[in-house]
């Protein structure tokens, strides 16, 4: 699975880093995708970070 984030959209919160850290970080004021894919233990977690994103910014994919 991968996992994108609407630059535009973020508004930078932290919300999805604080959830799932093996998936999200924070580059300045913008939250970034680590890797490519989403690893296997991750998933639900990551979901779970897309489905908590206020601004509906990150989506999950595959």
Do not use: H, R, W, Y
């Not at 919300?15 to 989403?38: E, P, R, Y």
């Not at 977690?45 to 206020?54: F, I, Y």
Request: charged fraction near 25%; charge should be negative.
């Amino acid at each position: 699975m991968k996992a994108t984030i609407d630059k535009d959209a973020c508004v930078g919160c932290g919300l999805c880093a604080n959830m799932c850290s093996d998936v999200f970080q924070m580059d300045d004021d913008k939250a970034t995708v680590i890797g490519s894919t989403i690893p296997a233990d991750a998933v639900e977690a990551a979901k779970e970070a897309a489905s908590s994103c206020p601004v509906e910014a990150i989506k999950i994919e595959g």
